[in-house]
């Protein structure tokens, strides 16, 4: 029996082992679906903004009425505020303002009383608003939002006087009312000096004494502007935007200096273009770099820039996220790939589940992941003394991939 039985179970065994090595072996192997997607380089940075604008400077007792905001673009000669040196001044503004309030009501025909009350919580309203944003501000460190609020609550408060001060205003016509505005407007012509652009621009309130730092000209920055470049870099706080004074920026010209880490120097090539995105408004915009500079441990990097990025006008420190490298194709595992015959490419399932060896062209890396190039591509050919290239066909989005090659072979069913 022991002779008869033992072969019978050596015989089935085998058999056996035989076709359960392919399941078994299916067991092992891992697939992936091929998608497209981006991979990107990037760190994020404060770097110091260096504008191509002219200072101009303001006197501490003069009250100053703007007729411009942050960030509007102003023509050459436009008026930009009427400054007011007396009292005189200012009771003829308010009372220009509340002219213009009475013509707008009898234009529209409204009630002047139920605007006043409209008005008046509207404004309040808004108040209460601002002042618990500027105790958020305070706690946070935030001083150009301070600044900000208070210049804002300073004009809710003058609006407020303005609409409880036009209730005492004599019913008058209104043609009447256009007369009077009109006399105002001569009057306060030859008693108000007026603030006019010199040039053409972008209208920014207030310096922090260093608008010219360094001439946009240069290509390397001097010793004593990359100290104090450096000093700047390493702070962690904003310098201060002092209101004794205005910017006219030229144009969208501007150049952004930030510290990075040395081992980025190889993205930042002179003439190179590169990649920054505004944090805020989760937006790229491209550059060109300019110069790199070795600093200890880290680097200086100098970037041009035609554009404007959120805060770029009125900021000195802007924060953003580099990003040297930015690569676009079909997203795979790094451990997907596999040489054969010389030949780097990964391996496909095809409609019948067996392991199919595709070329494949890389486009870029990380530690994990790798971008390759989709659609038809070209290798050497595979002839002896042939140096000519082909077209071949790779892999392409929805394909399913094995992530483990290393326990495939060509020709191998995994499914």
Do not use: C
């Amino acid at each position: 029996m022991l002779v008869l039985v033992v072969p019978v179970v050596v015989i089935v065994s085998l058999y056996f082992s035989i076709r359960l090595n392919p399941v078994i072996s299916q067991f092992r192997i891992k697939t992936d679906i091929v998608d497209i997607g981006t991979l990107e380089t990037s760190t994020e940075v404060d770097g110091v903004v260096i504008r191509d604008e002219s200072v101009y400077s303001l006197t501490d007792t003069a009250h100053i009425n703007w007729n411009v905001s942050n960030g509007e673009k102003v023509a050459r000669q436009q008026k930009l505020a009427d400054i007011l040196v007396s009292e005189s001044d200012q009771s003829l503004m308010m009372e220009k303002e509340m002219i213009n309030m009475r013509i707008e009501m009898l234009e529209s025909d409204e009630d002047m009383s139920t605007f006043s009350e409209e008005a008046v919580a509207q404004l309040e309203n808004r108040m209460d608003h601002i002042i618990s944003d500027l105790a958020q501000n305070i706690q946070q460190n935030q001083y150009e939002l301070v600044y900000k609020n208070r210049y804002i609550i300073d004009e809710l408060a003058q609006q407020l006087i303005t609409i409880e001060a036009s209730k005492e205003l004599p019913e008058m016509s209104l043609e009447e009312l256009r007369n009077r505005q009109e006399q105002i407007e001569s009057k306060m012509d030859s008693l108000s000096n007026k603030i006019r652009a010199d040039v053409s621009g972008i209208f920014s309130a207030g310096t922090d004494g260093l608008e010219n730092i360094i001439p946009l000209t240069e290509e390397e920055l001097n010793e004593s502007e990359t100290k104090t470049l450096w000093e700047i870099l390493n702070s962690s706080s904003q310098p201060e935007i002092k209101n004794h004074g205005f910017r006219i920026i030229h144009d969208h010209h501007w150049t952004y200096i930030a510290q990075i880490p040395a081992d980025y120097i190889k993205y930042y090539e002179p003439n190179m273009r590169t990649w920054v995105r505004d944090i805020h408004q989760n937006r790229l915009v491209r550059g060109k770099v300019l110069n790199t500079q070795k600093m200890d441990n880290n680097a200086i990097v100098s970037l041009e820039f035609n554009v404007p990025l959120e805060g770029w006008h009125q900021k000195r420190l802007l924060s953003t996220e580099l990003v040297p490298r930015q690569f676009e194709g079909l997203l795979v595992p790094v451990s997907s790939l596999a040489v054969r015959n010389g030949k780097t490419g990964v391996f496909r399932v095809d409609l019948n589940g067996y392991a199919v060896f595709m070329p494949v062209e890389e486009l870029g890396r990380d530690d994990e992941i790798v971008v390759l190039k989709e659609g038809p591509i070209e290798i050497m050919s595979d002839a002896e003394n042939d140096s000519d290239s082909q077209m071949v066909e790779t892999i392409r989005r929805y394909d399913q991939i094995i992530i483990n090659p290393e326990n495939v072979q060509e020709g191998q069913r995994v499914r």
